[in-house]
């Protein structure tokens, strides 16, 4: 049973290029939740998601930052016109039902995305 | 908001010793779920133990076990006979209810633990 799988695992991008983020959820989950890694620094989250829809973005910046889980297909998360403060790791993680807990989110390897 | 925080950036070990890695955390939730995840050198995140905020029972997972201190908010992970494979970055996190329609995990800066042989 493959679990969340994330691509690319590296991600080298110049200055107000777009970076584009894949995430599979594991088999049978359909919630979907992005977090951002700077260095030395603890995850924090950035959004959640459910086929098709955006349940909770409080966490994703006002601008360049997108996110989408299509009816078929991974999600998404896009960044458009990126700069240097975007260099961090990018991990996305799922789970069966909305996560209260009893239902733990599952990390995918992230990807680490650089800007030169 | 949640604030979770781990106040020892680096700890080390003995191969065969216990260790303790420290955390506390802020909520206003009465119900509430505190983890320990481990990302070693390869940046996986692996979910080492949970605990459940209404339970008063520590949880164990083989050789790791909490300290849950609720009053306290103190949520202490013991690492018993370290192993050089424990050598990674444990993250400290806490999920309660964000009130915009989801659970959100909130997470500390980390401990780096290294096992020395």
């Known amino acids: 049973n493959a679990g969340v799988m994330q691509n690319p695992r590296h991600l080298v991008r110049r200055r107000g290029q777009e970076a584009r983020l894949r995430c599979s959820p594991m088999k049978g989950h359909s919630h979907v939740y992005w977090y951002r890694q700077l260095p030395e620094e603890g995850l924090k989250f950035m959004v959640y998601l459910q086929k098709e829809n955006i349940i909770d973005e409080s966490g994703m910046p006002k601008e360049r930052f997108s996110a989408e889980f299509p009816k078929e297909g991974p999600s998404i998360l896009r960044i458009q016109q990126v700069v240097r403060g975007d260099s961090a790791a990018y991990f996305c993680?799922?789970?069966?039902?909305?996560?209260?807990?009893?239902?733990?989110?599952?990390f995918g390897d992230g990807t680490r995305l650089s800007i030169l | 908001a949640q604030t979770v925080t781990q106040s020892q950036p680096e700890m080390s070990v003995q191969e065969a010793e216990t260790v303790t890695l420290s955390c506390t955390y802020d909520?206003?939730?009465?119900?509430?779920?505190l983890f320990w995840y481990k990302q070693p050198p390869s940046r996986q995140m692996i979910l080492v133990i949970r605990?459940?905020?209404?339970?008063?029972q520590n949880a164990t997972e083989n050789r790791f076990s909490v300290n849950f201190q609720k009053a306290a908010k103190s949520f202490s992970l013991k690492i018993s006979d370290s192993q050089l494979g424990d050598t990674a970055m444990y993250f400290c996190a806490s999920l309660s209810y964000s009130g915009a329609g989801s659970y959100q995990l909130t997470f500390g800066k980390g401990t780096k633990l290294s096992v020395i042989p």
């Open positions: 993680a799922s789970s069966r039902d909305r996560d209260g807990g009893n239902q733990p989110q599952h």
């Open positions: 909520t206003s939730e009465n119900n509430y779920y």
């Open positions: 605990q459940e905020a209404y339970k008063q």
